[in-house]
C-alpha cells in the first residue's frame, strides 16, 4: 500500500526566507503523481504544485519548488521569499496514474514571522 | 465559478446522536470525494462517487457511515448514531471526467463528537 510521510508536524520560517518541507513516500509502482496541497486555516485545500514521476526535471510554480528524488522517494517542497499568505497546513499527496484515490502525509503547519 | 461548498462548516455533537454532512461540488463535475482527516493523522479516502453511483467505497470505516448522492449533484454524508472517534475534518472534493488533475477540494466539516 502507498503511504506518505511528512515528518516535520509544524516549521517556521521568517518573512522573505526560504523554507523546505519535507515528504518521503513508500511504493511499488513506477508510474505516478506527487503533489502539495495547501490548506489555509478554515479555508479550501488548493494544490501548490504537481509532479508526474516520469519527469525527470522538478517541477515550478514561482516561488514554490520540488526537489523530486525518484530513487529515494522523496519529494520536498521549497519556498522561496516566503510571504504572510503562505502560512497554512501543507499536505504532501501521491496518487497512482491508474487510481483516483489520494494518499496524504499528514500535513505540516507553516509559520510565517513577519 | 463557484467552489466546492460544504456545511456545516462546524458541528459539535453527542455521542449516539445523528449528524449529515453536505458537499455541494463544481456544477457539471460528475466526480466526487470525501476524505477524512482525524486530528495529527493524514487525510483518508472514504470514498468515490460517479455521478449517483458509487465507485469505491473502500474507505468507509464502518456501517454507521452512509453517503449518497442522489441525482448526481449534491452529496450527503450521514454518521449515525456518532462515536468519539469519529471526530475530525471531512473533506469533499469533485473532479470533471475531462480534467484528470483537476480537483477542487472544499473547506471541510470540522465534526466534534463530545
Known amino acids: 500500500a502507498q503511504t506518505v510521510t511528512q515528518s516535520q508536524p509544524e516549521m517556521s520560517v521568517q518573512e522573505a526566507e526560504t523554507v523546505t518541507l519535507s515528504c518521503t513516500y513508500d511504493?511499488?509502482?513506477?508510474?505516478?503523481?506527487l503533489f502539495w496541497y495547501k490548506q489555509p486555516p478554515s479555508r479550501q485545500m488548493i494544490l501548490v504544485i504537481r509532479?508526474?514521476?516520469?519527469?525527470?526535471q522538478n517541477a515550478t510554480e514561482n516561488r514554490f519548488s520540488v526537489n523530486f528524488q525518484k530513487a529515494a522517494k522523496s519529494f520536498s517542497l521549497k519556498i522561496s521569499d516566503s510571504q504572510l499568505g503562505d502560512a497554512a497546513m501543507y499536505f504532501c499527496?501521491?496518487?497512482?496514474?491508474?487510481?483516483?484515490?489520494?494518499?496524504f502525509g499528514t500535513g505540516t503547519s507553516l509559520t510565517v514571522i513577519p | 465559478e463557484a467552489g466546492v461548498t460544504q456545511f456545516p462548516s462546524h458541528s459539535v455533537i453527542e455521542k449516539g446522536q445523528t449528524v449529515t454532512l453536505r458537499c455541494d461540488p463544481i456544477?457539471?463535475?460528475?466526480?466526487l470525494y470525501w476524505y477524512r482527516r482525524v486530528m495529527g493523522k493524514e487525510i483518508k479516502f472514504l470514498l468515490h462517487?460517479?455521478?449517483?453511483?458509487?465507485?469505491?467505497e473502500s474507505g468507509m470505516p464502518n456501517n454507521r457511515f452512509l453517503a449518497e448522492r442522489t441525482g448526481g449533484t449534491y452529496s450527503t454524508l450521514k454518521v449515525q448514531p456518532a462515536e468519539l472517534e469519529d471526530s475530525g475534518v471531512y473533506f469533499c472534493?469533485?473532479?470533471?471526467?475531462?480534467?484528470?488533475?483537476?480537483?477542487?477540494f472544499g473547506s471541510g466539516t470540522r465534526l466534534t463528537v463530545v
Open positions: 499527496a501521491y496518487r497512482s496514474n491508474t487510481g483516483n484515490q489520494f494518499y
Open positions: 456544477s457539471g463535475h460528475d466526480n
Open positions: 511504493t511499488s509502482e513506477s508510474d505516478y503523481y
Open positions: 509532479q508526474e514521476a516520469y519527469k525527470q
Open positions: 462517487f460517479v455521478k449517483e453511483s458509487k465507485q469505491d
Open positions: 472534493a469533485s473532479r470533471s471526467d475531462g480534467d484528470r488533475y483537476g480537483y477542487t
